[in-house]
C-alpha cells in the first residue's frame, strides 16, 4: 500500500510566497515521476507542474516563472515553491506520484488529498 501526504498550503497575499511538500510513503520499489495538480471550484484539475525521477520538469504556462518544482529522492519528496502568487492560483492543490511498489513490473498513480492554497487580498 502506498500513502500520498502533502503539507502546507494556506493564505497569502497576491504577490506573497507559499511552499507546499508531498511524501510518498509504503510499498515503494521505485517513485517515478510526481508532480502537483490543482483544482478550483467549478474548473477542471488541472496539471501544475511534473518532475520526472531524473529531475526533468514541466510546467503549465500560468505558472512558468513564478513556480519551481524539486524533489528529494532520498525523501521520496517534492516540493513546489510558489512566488508571486495571484488570486487566480487559488485551488485545492493535489499530488500525484507514479509508483511503481516492491513485487510489480507495474507504475500506479497515487493521490493524496489535497491542501487548500486561497490568495486574497
Known amino acids: 500500500q502506498v500513502q500520498v501526504e502533502e503539507f502546507g498550503g494556506g493564505s497569502a497575499q497576491p504577490g506573497g510566497s507559499l511552499r507546499l511538500s508531498c511524501t510518498a510513503s509504503g510499498n515503494i520499489f521505485r517513485l517515478n515521476s510526481m508532480g502537483w495538480h490543482r483544482q478550483a471550484p467549478g474548473n477542471q484539475r488541472e496539471l501544475v507542474a511534473g518532475i520526472a525521477q531524473d529531475g526533468a520538469t514541466n510546467y503549465a504556462d500560468s505558472v512558468k516563472g513564478r513556480f519551481t518544482i524539486s524533489r528529494d529522492n532520498a525523501k521520496n519528496t517534492v516540493y513546489l515553491q510558489m512566488n508571486s502568487l495571484k488570486v487566480e492560483d487559488t485551488a485545492v492543490y493535489y499530488c500525484?506520484?507514479?509508483?511503481?511498489?516492491?513485487?510489480?513490473?507495474?507504475?500506479?498513480?497515487?493521490w493524496g488529498q489535497g491542501t487548500q492554497v486561497t490568495v486574497s487580498s
Open positions: 500525484n506520484a507514479a509508483v511503481r511498489p516492491r513485487g510489480s513490473p507495474v507504475a500506479r498513480s497515487h
